[in-house]
């Protein structure tokens, strides 16, 4: 499964910005999708994932600001991220959770850089 993630950018404090992340491949089911985030110095850390059913789980740090959504007909993940502060700046990743013909597997997308800064 390829994933190909788009959407970041610069944005000042108090911003929005919506990142999408589109799956291709030949899968028989994507089960979870999610968003990572890694800042500078820092260890990749959970974001937000959305289970199949549209169960949602989302880190302390960005409960109320962000919204993870998925479409599952076009395979896309989407993270809406509002009231943006400066610790939000790092490498947002998205990785799915799928079952193809090899059994279960995991990828992971290239990275979108978010800056938050004025």
């Known amino acids: 499964v390829q994933l190909q993630a788009s959407g970041g950018g610069l944005v000042q404090p108090g911003g929005s910005l919506r990142l999408s992340c589109a799956a291709s491949g030949r899968v028989f089911a994507i089960n979870a999708m999610g968003w990572y985030r890694q800042a500078p110095g820092k260890q990749r850390e959970p974001v937000a994932s959305?289970?199949?059913?549209?169960?949602?789980n989302y880190a302390d740090s960005v409960k109320g600001r962000f919204t993870i959504s998925r479409d599952n007909a076009k395979n896309t993940v989407y993270l809406q991220m509002n009231s943006l502060k400066p610790e939000d700046t790092a490498v947002y990743y998205c990785?799915?959770?799928?079952?193809?013909?090899?059994?279960?597997?995991?990828?992971w997308g290239q990275g979108t850089l978010v800056t938050v800064s004025s």
């Open positions: 990785n799915v959770v799928y079952i193809d013909a090899g059994g279960v597997g995991s990828s």
């Open positions: 959305i289970t199949s059913g549209g169960s949602t």
